[in-house]
């Protein structure tokens, strides 16, 4: 009997018309799909195909998670484990890696756009923007899950370069006022609620009035705290990549008047 590796997939931020190809076909070809249904969309299971077993996550632990794989792989089945935006960011597809190995189930990821992409492209910016920031910091509020004392939130926002703050909508309170300390009270800051779903919602505001927004907006879950240099380019006069400028030669072409 043919065996295949378990394939975890990145569904996107939520339009099923932004997963990657390689994941849609890996749900078209799919025997059992396991998705973590309470943050990926009914939408996007819509690539599976006729007759496939689908599985929700969100009541199972891990053990039982995992079993379900490990059943599904020895059975000769083609298994998708379906995870929300990218499996590489708080996706804990790690653990589920290494149950995976103790087992001997072999596996593959495919990679996804993240809810911070996806609202980049929804607002218009570019998060790396010359002469303001050319970093840009994945992060979340220390919760419930904790983080290393040296990724606080007040340590990685001191940098003052392009954020995105995953995980922390229900922190708002914690979250405003490290922001307003880092970036200044009245630094411009974006909260990206259900991004590329029907219902995204891109709520702009400003670091020290983001708790009584988020209130006033009833947002506490499945948003995203954008925050740097990158919501205001304009207004703080970015500058512009020397790849296009016509005085700077690059190993494709020579500046106007060089030889």
Known sequence: MEKHPVVFAGAGPGDPELITVKGQKALEEADLVVVAGSLVPEAV???????????????????E???????GHRAGKKVVRLHSGDPSLYGAIFEQMERLDREGVPYSVIPGVTAAFAAAAALGIEYTLPGLSQTFIVTRMAGRTPVPETEE??????HRASMAIYLSSALAEKVGPVLAKAYGADAPVVVAVKVSHPD?????TTAGALAETMEKENVSRQALILAGPALAGRELGAGESRLYDKNFSHGYRRAEGEK
């Open 200 to 204: 995204q919602r891109l709520i702009r």
């Open 153 to 158: 939130l007040s340590t990685l926002a001191a």
């Open 45 to 63: 299971t819509r690539w599976c195909r006729e007759g496939a077993e689908r599985v929700d996550s969100a009541p199972l632990n891990l053990d």
């Open 65 to 71: 998670t995992t079993a379900l794989l490990v059943a």
